[in-house]
């Protein structure tokens, strides 16, 4: 069964940048597309990126395109999320994700996620 670590949260001023790692253990990653998706206290999930299993495709939610990037590295079983130009609206805790069947973008339905990472923007 597919498991799913981040990790790469953290306190940033506004502007900064920070990179998430999401760590796959228990399948080789390079079967799945993997999602990445946040919630803030008191508002509804928000499902922000997601890349196929190649790495070829990639979709973006409006309220980050240009700002976030997902990408890669099947051999080291890991997906990243490069956070630039952070806004105080972007504090959540962020997953990483997989329904652990959809190879391409979108996935429909999450089933496994990880225990999350607290990013704060804040000055």
């Known amino acids: 069964q597919l498991q799913l670590v981040e990790s790469g949260g953290g306190l940033v001023q506004p502007g900064g940048s920070l990179r998430l790692a999401c760590v796959a253990s ?11 998706f946040r919630q803030a206290p008191g508002k509804e999930r928000e499902d922000i990126s997601c890349i ?13 395109k240009g700002r976030f990037t997902i990408s890669r590295d099947n051999a ?5 999320l490069q956070m630039s130009s952070l806004k105080p609206e972007d504090t959540a805790v962020y997953y990483c994700a997989s329904d652990e069947v959809s190879a391409l973008c979108p996935i429909d339905k999450y089933d ?8 704060t923007v804040s000055s």
């Open 52 to 64: 196929s299993h190649t790495g070829d495709t990639t979709n973006y939610a409006d309220s980050v």
């Open 112 to 119: 496994t996620w990880g225990q999350g990472t607290q990013v």
């Open 26 to 36: 228990g399948e080789a990653l390079d079967y799945f597309a993997i999602g990445w």
């Open 76 to 80: 080291k079983n890991t997906v990243y």
